[in-house]
């Protein structure tokens, strides 16, 4: 059974800087892909960030120039640095990853830029 821990959310003013942490409970070699999305209350979950096995990396539009999604293999982590906050950046973060054709999600983490 696959566990994915993210860690790192909280609170942070507008134009600050967070960083979040996904810890898998095996190696993520596995996976076709791991990345983050986020829901913001009364919206719909959105893709914020993915990165493949081989490396490739999708960002949304809205996060481009500000998140950075990384790996690390050798701890099993996935980790997205987050810069120059925005209140609508305010959701719930969720880890994810894909070993075809199953998902497996965390639990979340809550971020909130206050203005």
Same mark, same amino acid.
């Given at each position: 059974q696959v566990q994915l821990v993210e860690s790192g959310g909280g609170l942070v003013q507008a134009g600050g800087s967070l960083g979040l942490s996904? +810890? +898998?409970s095996g190696s993520i070699f596995s996976f *076709? @892909? !791991?990345g983050w999305y986020r829901q @913001?209350?009364?919206k719909q979950r959105e893709s914020v960030a993915r990165i493949t096995s081989e490396g490739r990396i999708n960002y @949304?539009? #809205?996060v481009k120039g500000r998140f950075t999604i990384s790996r690390d293999n @050798?701890? *099993?982590t996935v980790y997205l640095? !987050? #810069?120059r906050l925005k209140p609508d950046d305010t959701a719930v973060y969720y880890c994810y990853?894909?070993?075809w054709p199953n998902e497996y999600?965390?639990?979340?983490?809550?971020v909130t830029v206050s203005s």
């Open positions: 996904c +810890a +898998a *076709n @892909a !791991m @913001a209350p009364g @949304a539009d #809205s @050798a701890q *099993n640095q !987050m #810069s990853a894909l070993r999600w965390g639990q979340g983490t809550q």
